[in-house]
């Protein structure tokens, strides 16, 4: 097992991983890292409100995604990568069995905004000297590009990453550049481009047949409820309040804990003239991310 010295482990699992352990035939096992983040925008945001993890609350939110933390000790497991190392590669390339599990890492270096970009700054110019001189021994040119993109989108550099975006999609197809495509068209109001993208994201994700979780996230398929989140905005921003009103009941249906999700449906049903339904939906949002308290004073 290794972890970071920003990271803990829930520590209402030694039991569980010990169990797992037993389990011969896996050769390593992904974690559900949540990445915790008072940015409620985000992609992913998860509130933190109600969690059951008492780490949980040094920060508005969160967003998870898997990560492989614990596995054998083989001398042809080994980590790759100058940047987001990981046993993963070599694991996949020895055929080596990957089990999921629901055990949880907490990493706070997020929460550091000022240690985030000097790190974000570095890992891009290492990406750039990599797209340059060509290097896709380790990983591919799709891959790299998709990776440079989230690095950019990290410091606000929108218009950049949609261009290696854009660059990774030309080259394949796959689920998270297109769904990180759609949500940067998104934020650049291109609503069209960002509809395309969302549902193209959706039609990939029929390869991901597991049934979404919000309590064991599996964030690549079409249960993920942020796709709905986003598609939810743009049938707002095109007056399209039916078709948004569903789908943000949808994102809610999926994940119960979406504070955005409440806040949009208030905004919606403000606007019909329906003052009782958009309170609810207001103080829903509040309780679970006390942040919209402040949201929904400026609509006054």
Known sequence: ??????????????????????????????????????????????????????ESQIANGFCVTKVIRFYKNKKEYFFQGQIHETPANSIRKNNGKIFDTDVVIHHFGSLDKNKLKIKKEYYIKLLRQ???N???QEKSEDYVCFELALELINLGKNQEAIEYLKKAVKISEEYVYLYNLGAQYLVENQLE???????????????????????NPQTYNRYNPSIYLNLGVIYYKKKEYNQAIKKFEKCIELNPLFANAYFNLGI??????????AQ???????ELNPVFKQKIDNLR
């Open 280 to 286: 609810a939906y207001f103080e829903k949002s509040v």
């Open 130 to 132: 990599r797209l340059e």
């Open 134 to 136: 060509q290097d896709f």
């Open 1 to 54: 097992m290794f972890l970071d010295c920003d990271v803990s482990l829930a520590d209402i699992y030694p039991q569980k991983i010990t169990r797992i352990i037993v389990l011969y035939e896996a050769e390593a096992y992904f974690f559900n890292w949540r990445d915790y983040t008072d940015e409620i925008n985000i992609s992913g945001f998860i509130s933190t409100k109600g969690d059951r993890y008492k």
């Open 268 to 277: 919606i049903y403000r606007e019909k003239g329906k003052s009782d339904k």
């Open 193 to 215: 481009k960002a509809e395309q993208y969302f549902k193209k994201a959706i039609n990939k994700s029929s390869e991901y047949l597991e049934k979404y979780s919000y309590q």
